[in-house]
C-alpha cells in the first residue's frame, strides 16, 4: 500500500484552510442560513401576513457589486417536508421548486462574494484593476458565469398583440422589441419551460404599441389608459398564479424604452414598490431607483440591421475636438445650442448637417462625442460614440448610465453638468494626450457590451440587459411561505 504520511498534509491544509475561509465569509456576509436562525421570529413574520417582511426595504438583500446595504432578515427558512402545504399537492411541489431556485441563489451569492473577498486580499486583483472597464472584474466575470448557469426567465403567455407579446425591433425604442423577441421566440437558453423553474417574470407588455393603438389620434396624452392597461394585466396574473402575490412583484419585471414608460407605476407607487423596471428613460429625479430598477440603452437600430462597431478612425487621426448633431429639443439641447451652434471650428455643433457631410463619418473623425440628453435624459448617441470609437460626453443630470453597476463609466467617458456646457472646449482641451488615448483604448474595450446579436451572446447588449436583472434578483430573497 503506499505511504500517504507526506502527501496528506499537503491536501487536508489547503482544504481546511478553503473551508475556514468560506466560514468566515459567510459569517460576515450571511449569504447563507445559518442554524441559529433557523425559526428566529426576527427574520421571519408568523403572523397572518406571511409576506409582511417584503412589505419593509429590511427584506431586501443587496448584492455587493453596487449597492453596500445589507440585511440579515432575509424570510428564508429551512423545511421539513411536513411544513410544506399538505392540501395541495402542486402547491408543495410549487415551494419545493421556490426552494431550490433560492438555494441556487444563495450558492451563486456564495460564490460571488467568494470572488469578492479573492479580490480584495489579493495583489494580482489589485493589479489587473488598474485601467480595467469594470468596477470590480472579478465579481462581475464570477456573476456572468453563475448567471449563465442559474438565470431562467418566464414570460407569462396572457395577452394577445399588438399590446402584448409585440414591440418594434428597428428604429429609436427597438430595444424592446429585440428582448421581448429574445426571450419569447422559445430559442433562449434563459427561456423557462415551466414558471416553477424560473428565476424572475417578465410582463411583455408593449408600451410603444399601447400608445402608437389606444392613444392614436392623439387627443389626450393623460397616462391612465396606459397605466389601467398594465394594472389590469397584472392583476390577471396575479388571480391565475402565485408568483406576483408571494413576492409582491419583487421578482417580475417589465422592458420598454418608452419615454413614457416611467409613467406606468406612477399611479400606484406602493403597489409597483418593489417591480424592477427595465427603462431607457433612467432618470434619478424623477423616481428611478438604481437598487431596483435596470437602466436600458438606448439604441437606434436601420431596419435589416442590428448595429455594430466599425472601426473609426486612429486617434492620431481624430482631428475634430467635439461633434453633435440633432434636433434642438429639449432644455438642454437648447443651451448647448445657444452657446456653440455653428460657432466653433474644434467644437462642431448642428442640428441639421450641411450637405455632403456624413454623420457617421464626422464621428469617426472626432475624439469627444457630445451626447446631451433631449426631452429625456437616454441618448442613442451614447451607444453610437461607443460603436465609433469615440469617446461619449455626458450632458445629462441624474442620468443613471446603462450597466453602472459592474462599468466604471469614468474610465471612457467624460461628464459634463449642464451649467457647465460654455465650457465644453476648455475641458476637453484640458485632458492630457496620454489620458486621451487610455480613454478611448477603455472605449473599444467596453464596445462588446453594447453590440445587439440575435441569438445573444455572452457579454453582449443583451446578456448585459439580462445581467442587471439578475442582479436585481439575486438582491432579494423571496420568501418560503408555511
Known sequence: MADFTCTTPLLLYPSLVLVLFFYSVNHHYRFLPSSDNIGDPSLCSDDSDNLGALRSPE???YSSFRFPFRTNSSCRRRRGDDDLPSSNNSEKVRWEALERVEGGLAMARAAILTKAAFSRNSSY?????????YLNPFTFHQS????????KIWAYREGDGPLFHKAPVND????????????????SPFAAKHPDEATVFYIPVGIVNIIRFVYRPYTNYARDRLQNIVKDYISVISQRYPYWNRSLGADHFLVSCHDWAPDVTAADP????????????????????????????????????????????????RKILAFFAGGPHGKVRQILFQRWKDKDRDVRVHDYLPKGQNYTKLMDQTKFCLCPSGYEVASPRIVESLYSGCIPVIIADSYVLPFSD?????????????????????????????????????????QR???????????????????????????VRVPILQ
Open 59 to 61: 427584506a431586501l438583500i
Open 125 to 133: 486583483g489589485s493589479e489587473s484593476l488598474i485601467g480595467s472597464v
Open 144 to 151: 456572468h458565469r453563475e448567471m449563465e448557469r442559474k438565470f
Open 172 to 187: 429609436i425604442y427597438a430595444i424592446e422589441g429585440q428582448f421581448m423577441d429574445e426571450i419569447e421566440t422559445g430559442k
Open 270 to 317: 406602493e403597489f409597483y414598490r418593489l417591480f424592477i423596471r427595465v427603462l431607457c428613460n433612467a432618470n434619478a429625479s424623477e423616481g428611478f431607483v438604481s437598487m431596483r430598477d435596470v437602466s436600458l440603452p438606448e439604441i437606434n437600430i436601420p431596419r435589416g440591421q442590428l448595429g455594430s462597431p466599425h472601426a473609426g478612425e486612429p486617434p492620431e487621426n
Open 406 to 446: 459592474v462599468l466604471d463609466w469614468k474610465k471612457f467617458s467624460v461628464h459634463i453638468p449642464i451649467p457647465k456646457i460654455p465650457e465644453i472646449k476648455k475641458i476637453l482641451e484640458g485632458i492630457p494626450e496620454g489620458e486621451y488615448l487610455r480613454m478611448q483604448r477603455r472605449v473599444l474595450q467596453v
Open 449 to 475: 457590451h453594447f453590440v445587439l446579436n440575435r441569438p445573444s451572446k455572452p457579454f453582449d447588449m443583451l446578456r448585459m440587459v439580462m445581467h442587471s436583472i439578475w442582479l436585481r434578483r439575486l438582491n
